[in-house]
């Protein structure tokens, strides 16, 4: 009847050292008593399912492998854990940046194939048709054009408001001395 009683002492302390285990909160030297009890032959039947799980996590530990452990090694486990999360939540946001920047990029190509699709340059007697190659020149001969436009709407307005003014003088004499005026400046 007490050897009843130990096992389930036993038990139910290793019930409660694995939900500590499976939350981080285990120390260096409960991990080791976590390994020993499932090297063990007294695991208990509901633990027997953790026991191969087990024995992978101590033939991976460099501690048990070691004789001696450093007195201050308790606690260590749950610093690198946290230590563990902080890098991960690093690389999960170098992973979004890295995913953000592709996504940016392929919108940008898809733009610019929207834009300039089928647009090229001729350069040493070469074709170029990367449109992120020749976006600049691109942009360049868009700006150029604009600034030819201007001139010629500009030039429009001007000619408008040299007719309005001819149109204005009822003498043809005076008009026709305005009309030479205006076309020897041109």
Do not use: W
Not at 107 to 128: A, C, F, N, P, T
Not at 147 to 162: F, G, L
């Amino acid at each position: 009847m007490t050897k009843m009683k130990n096992n389930k002492l036993t038990t139910d302390r290793y019930d409660r050292l694995l939900d500590r285990f499976f939350d981080g909160d285990t120390a260096i030297e409960e991990e080791r008593q976590l390994y020993r009890y499932f090297r063990s032959d007294s695991v208990s039947a509901r633990h027997e399912r953790y026991r191969g799980m087990f024995a992978g996590f101590a033939a991976m530990s460099a501690e048990e492998n070691t004789s001696v452990a450093a007195p201050s090694s308790a606690g260590k486990t749950v610093g690198s854990r946290r230590v563990l999360r902080v890098v991960m939540a690093v690389a999960a946001s170098l992973l979004c940046v890295v995913l953000l920047g592709t996504a940016y990029s392929s919108m940008h190509e898809r733009q610019l194939e929207r834009l300039y699709g089928g647009s090229y340059v001729i350069e040493d007697g070469r074709r170029i048709d990367n449109l992120c190659a020749i976006r600049s020149h691109i942009e360049k001969t868009l700006a150029a054009s604009d600034a030819i436009e201007r001139d010629v709407e500009q030039h429009a307005v001007i000619k408008n408001a040299e007719l309005d003014v001819l149109r204005n003088i009822d003498d043809p004499a005076a008009r026709d001395k305005v009309m030479k005026l205006l076309n020897d400046s041109i």
